[in-house]
T-cell receptor, first 111, second 114 residues
């Protein structure tokens, strides 16, 4: 059973701070990693994708991947109240590339 | 570019009734997914199509759920008969190639079984 683990939170940070969201996965053959944001009552929307070890930056978002330790993280700099949402980590394994989602981490950015 | 279209947005049915959901993926996207998302949980993959062939349906409760993707475009997901535990949001997503490329989600269908 391929698993993707996330702390359900909520993670509460003040406005302007850095929010750090973490995800671990069980399948060492995983090839593709995604972070989605899901506002309450809405569908997931893609924020970042990462495929190789290291950091990938896009605006205020940085995804970090460490395949040896089997974790992927998302950093949100200068957090805004509008960033308050559930962040879902998704992992696609090698071979048939079946995507698996974690249960998500709830982020609350308070003014 | 139009997004993934789903209908209906909401559905309320009684247990043991049947229901069907429809999805039209982004034009040109070969891969189509149906996910079930229960409140407070992450999306769970039910079935993945590549064009009109099934890539994976290992988590689809085949005694009551069925899905098809005729002509490799639109897809329907059916539940018959529905159970209370089927209450969830059913999300359709599509991607250009396989799951190693970004998937885009539709707005979902919120199903309530009473």
């Amino acid at each position: 059973q391929k698993e993707v683990e996330q702390n359900s939170g909520p993670l509460s940070v003040p406005e302007g701070a850095i929010a750090s969201l973490n995800c671990t996965y069980s399948d060492r053959g995983s090839q593709s990693f995604f972070w989605y944001r899901q506002y309450s009552g809405k569908s997931p929307e893609l924020i970042m994708s990462i495929y190789s070890n290291g950091d990938k930056e896009d605006g205020r978002f940085t995804a970090q991947l460490n395949k040896a330790s089997q974790y992927v993280s998302l950093l949100i700099r200068d957090s805004q109240p509008s960033d308050s949402a559930t962040y879902l980590c998704a992992v696609a394994s090698g071979g048939s590339y079946i995507p698996t989602f974690g249960r998500g981490t709830s982020l609350i950015v308070h003014p | 570019e139009a997004g993934v279209a789903q209908s209906p947005r909401y559905k309320i049915i009684e247990k043991r009734q049947s229901v069907a959901f429809w999805c039209n993926p982004i034009s040109g996207h070969a891969t189509l997914y149906w996910y079930q998302q229960i409140l407070g949980q992450g999306p769970k993959l039910l079935i993945q199509f590549q064009n009109n062939g099934v890539v994976d349906d290992s988590q689809l409760p085949k005694d009551r759920f069925s899905a098809e993707r005729l002509k490799g475009v639109d897809s329907t997901l059916k539940i018959q008969p529905a159970k209370l535990e089927d209450s969830a949001v059913y999300l359709c997503a599509s991607s250009f190639l396989g799951a190693d490329t970004e998937a885009f989600f539709g707005q979902g269908t919120r199903l309530t079984v009473v």
